[in-house]
């Protein structure tokens, strides 16, 4: 392990971290390289020491991503000296619970997504983060109250607290296009919805194919309908109105739902806006749907997707070269903001410890960001973190998507009851595209549905 020399308190954590047999090296060399925050880290550094403490973390993060979290730990367990052991599992889930259940839960589980954490919470399976750290996430993170919104759930007695700490997230509202194919066209990136909408007219009227969708997904087939609409809803509503939805506080037939899933119908129903048209959307498998960007001539001017899409991109695309991406714009005429819809995982303490808590104290310092930042696959709303220390242009240009965003929300479908998310949603999108039902009937099928579980 290569490390500068330091003084103090700062130099005999990191020299204590070297010399354990089970410290991992340092991807980067601490006070090296200016992309990154280290004053922050080295503040961290004297103010904790945690030499003899074990810190036991368990989350769904395995390969390469194992790999990552644990370059990030190894910075907390050299500037703390207590020893971090990470086990991830692609059966989280269930293991949590049980492990919950069998009091030998680890310190800190890393949830996929909300609703499990708040059932754990509700089971008194969690610890509250405090009021400090939700006032730290409301400063920090862009958007700051929608973070502290999606981590706070009721205990045993109802009581709200913050339980999640959200980091590594994922952005879905993204709209994939050619630049060499928009500026042979004459066309521009379009700044407002009513932008998007005049754009996608142009494109029809001057014999072009304006957008690529697929909903194809064996099984799964609808979900990516899903995301347009929940794209919608955030556009076209209120917050407030969106997690109504989302909990079933307001029916999913409301006027509100059946508007976002009509706008949805604008762009999949015409099939002048589709390649291969409208019927063609619901066969057409997501992962082949982006193609018609990369033909000559195109057969389709934009793809609405998120992040991970670029995987099924013919092999070699250079993201900001070949091919390239813009946020999926907000209604002006709304005036509700600049909404992000996306994913992400949040880390809650599932066995008080002190290290647990000193922990979540490293997850506010830059570094703990910068670090997977820097190496591949992580995004983070945290306005503190360097975007200088992006491993790539395309990384750093969706980061600013996501910290220029006003608010931020969860997909809608992750968080509804499995039947109804996973099952009923995407078939009622399936059905409204191809033409078997108008918005009413499919949301009202899908309500049905829910007062069915209940």
Not at 2 to 25: E, K, S
Not at 215 to 232: H, I, K, N, Q, R
Not at 264 to 277: L, T
Not at 317 to 323: A, K
């Amino acid at each position: 392990m290569q490390l500068i020399a330091m003084a103090g308190p700062v130099a005999a954590a990191l020299t204590l971290a070297a010399g354990a047999a089970h410290a991992q090296g340092l991807v980067f060399t601490p006070g090296e390289d200016d992309r990154f925050s280290w004053p922050s880290y080295e503040t961290f550094a004297e103010s904790h020491d945690l030499s003899g403490q074990t810190l036991d973390i368990s989350g769904v993060w395995t390969g390469p991503d194992k790999d990552l979290v644990e370059s990030v730990l190894a910075y907390f367990e050299a500037a703390t000296g207590a020893r971090v052991r990470y086990s991830g599992s692609e059966s989280f889930e269930q293991d949590i619970v049980i492990a919950a259940q069998a009091g030998s839960a680890p310190n800190i589980a890393v949830f996929p997504q909300p609703g499990l954490a708040a059932d754990m919470a509700r089971r008194g399976f969690l610890s509250p983060l405090g009021a400090d750290t939700a006032d730290w996430v409301r400063a920090n993170y862009a958007a700051g109250e929608s973070w502290v919104d999606l981590g706070t759930y009721e205990d045993e007695t109802g009581a709200e607290a913050l339980y999640g700490f959200f980091y590594k997230i994922d952005v879905k509202s993204l709209v994939w296009y050619v630049p060499d194919a928009f500026s042979e066209a004459g066309y521009e990136v379009p700044d407002t919805l009513e932008d998007l909408k005049a754009l996608t007219e142009r494109i029809a009227e001057e014999g072009g194919t304006p957008w690529c969708i697929g909903l194809g997904s064996g099984a799964a087939t609808g979900w990516p309908a899903t995301d347009w609409v929940e794209d919608l809803m955030l556009r076209r509503e209120a917050p407030g109105t969106y997690d109504a939805w989302v909990s079933h506080e307001i029916p999913f037939n409301d006027p509100a739902v059946v508007g976002a899933i009509e706008d949805y119908g604008w762009f999949a129903r015409n099939d002048a806006y589709v390649e291969g048209g409208s019927q063609a959307v619901a066969t057409t498998d997501f992962r082949e749907s982006p193609a018609g960007l990369f033909t000559f001539p195109p057969g389709c001017y934009m793809h609405r997707q998120a992040s991970f899409i670029d995987t099924y991109f013919p092999e070699g695309s250079e993201i900001g070269l070949d091919v390239d991406f813009f946020y999926f714009p907000a209604y002006a005429e709304r005036d509700l903001g600049r909404p992000v819809l996306g994913a992400g995982t949040l880390w809650a303490i599932t066995r008080e410890s002190e290290a647990a808590h000193v922990f979540i104290d490293f997850l506010k310092t830059p570094i703990a960001h910068e670090v997977w930042m820097a190496q591949s696959g992580f995004l983070t709303p945290f306005t503190g973190a360097s975007p200088e220390a992006y491993a790539t242009d395309s990384m750093r240009a969706q980061g600013e998507i996501l910290t220029s965003a006003t608010i931020f929300r969860f997909d809608g479908s992750d968080l509804m009851p499995g039947e109804i998310g996973a099952d009923a949603f995407w078939k009622g999108m399936v059905a409204y595209t191809t033409g078997r039902s108008d918005a009413e009937t499919a949301a009202q099928e899908i309500e049905r549905r829910w007062n069915a579980i209940r």
